[in-house]
DNA sequence: GTAATTCCTCAACCTAACTTGAGGTCAAGG
DNA sequence: CCTTGACCTCAAGTTAGGTTGAGGAATTAC
């Protein structure tokens, strides 16, 4: 008999990776490699193979949204920390977190919409070549990035 | 005497990578990597060191406000390929340029905006679970990413 | 009971956009 | 002339976000 079978037909609590992968869309490897960064933490059965919950689908979905919307996994980890631990998430916990996320996200369309205003404005006036322009040299929240991979527009949050 | 005072004090046409890398805030090795990537194509004085024209310093703004916007250094190179060869471009030719990519900033911006729409819908839905949400199986002009590290705001342009 | 799936780990590879370092050359000042 | 700083090339390393493959174990299906 299957391994979740004493659960009963429709009270299925846990799925196997490739059921997860299924749901969300993402591939098993990706799930996997989630899991190294912290972003869900699935149980292991005694074969050792993963448990994901039913909860965890909303957890990846977040994820994936997340992604979309331009931010990091870093970013991503921090913000599902701030969900409890222990219990299943509810509604209320996820509200919370998709507000905090709408708040960054209208900052990145504002510093986006001052880059394109930015950019009128340079095209009539031809200071592009100037360093003092600023698109070029920007202030007003605009920061310079470090090395490395760069994140979409530019700086990471916070 | 150095090697540009035939051109006359004030007429310096050319300037070393140093000189380029201070006017136009880019590190030396940056500028290097941006030649091997045909963003720019600097000549060479008789020791093999590299020439940059002046016309240089706008052309590397420019990478730099695109880059900002979010646009890869391919996007870049096939835009910038569209100036004329042989001639220094004139004030026309950027401005051709800055307003094709404006079009392309405010397709970014517009996507973003309606993310962010969705995200408020799904604040109060609780959707985020169901693979139907519009967020997470985006239609409406939002596509899949492909394997690869991921341009920001999702996908590359065109 | 056994064959076909699915899953496991771990290491290596991939793209983007650069930086760092080694080992050697060029140019400008005194 | 000769020293010092700026440059040169080329190879290897870095971060993000994953994918691919090898070699082996656990489940499921018949």
Redesign the pocket.
Known sequence: M???AHAGPFANQVM????L?ERTG?????L???ET?GLVT?A???????RYLRSDIRRLSF?QVA?QLG????EIRKALATLPEGRTPTQKDWEKISRNFRMHLDERINRMTRLRDYLDGCIGCGCLSMKKCALVNPKDGLKK?G?????VMGDKLR
């Open positions: 299957p391994e979740s196997s990776i490739g059921d992968a993402l591939a098993v490897s990706a996997r490699f989630y960064k699935p292991r059965n005694r074969g050792g193979q993963r994820v992604q931010f990091s996994i870093d990035f090395p490395g991979a760069r994140s």
